[in-house]
Nanobody, 124 residues
Framework: QVQLVESGGGLVQTGGSLRLSCAAS????????MAWFRQVPGKEREFVAG???????????YHAESVKGRFTISGDAAKSTVYLQMNSLKPEDTAVYLC??????????????WGQGTQVTVSS
C-alpha cells in the first residue's frame, strides 16, 4: 500500500521560512514524479512545485510562478523523498500543502497518489 507522509508544516510570521518533507513508502518513485500542491478552503488544488526523475538522465524541477525565487523543491529519488524549502513566506502562502506522486509530472491535480497534507499558516 502506497503512503505519502508529509511533515514540517506550522505557524510562521511573514518573511519566515519552513521546510516541508514528504516520504513515500509502499513502492519506489525513483523514475516517477513527485510534487507539492496546496489548497485553501473553497479553492482548487494548486500546483506549487514538482520534480521529475528519469534515473539521472534528465531530472527536472518546476516551480509555479507565484513561488519562484522563494520556494525550492529538492529530493532523493532513491528514497522517494521530496522536500520543499519555503523562504520569504507571505500570508497568501497559507494553505494545506499536499505531497503527490505520479508516473509523469503535470500541473493539473490529476495525480495518482496523495498525502494527507500539512498545514502552513503565515501570520501577518
Amino acid at each position: 500500500q502506497v503512503q505519502l507522509v508529509e511533515s514540517g508544516g506550522g505557524l510562521v510570521q511573514t518573511g519566515g521560512s519552513l521546510r516541508l518533507s514528504c516520504a513515500a513508502s509502499g513502492r519506489s518513485f525513483s523514475n516517477y514524479a513527485m510534487a507539492w500542491f496546496r489548497q485553501v478552503p473553497g479553492k482548487e488544488r494548486e500546483f506549487v512545485a514538482g520534480v521529475s526523475w528519469t534515473g539521472g538522465r534528465d531530472d527536472r524541477t518546476y516551480h509555479a510562478e507565484s513561488v519562484k525565487g522563494r520556494f525550492t523543491i529538492s529530493g532523493d529519488a532513491a528514497k522517494s523523498t521530496v522536500y520543499l524549502q519555503m523562504n520569504s513566506l507571505k500570508p497568501e502562502d497559507t494553505a494545506v500543502y499536499l505531497c503527490a506522486a505520479n508516473q509523469f509530472l503535470t500541473m493539473s491535480a490529476s495525480w495518482d497518489y496523495w498525502g494527507q497534507g500539512t498545514q502552513v499558516t503565515v501570520s501577518s
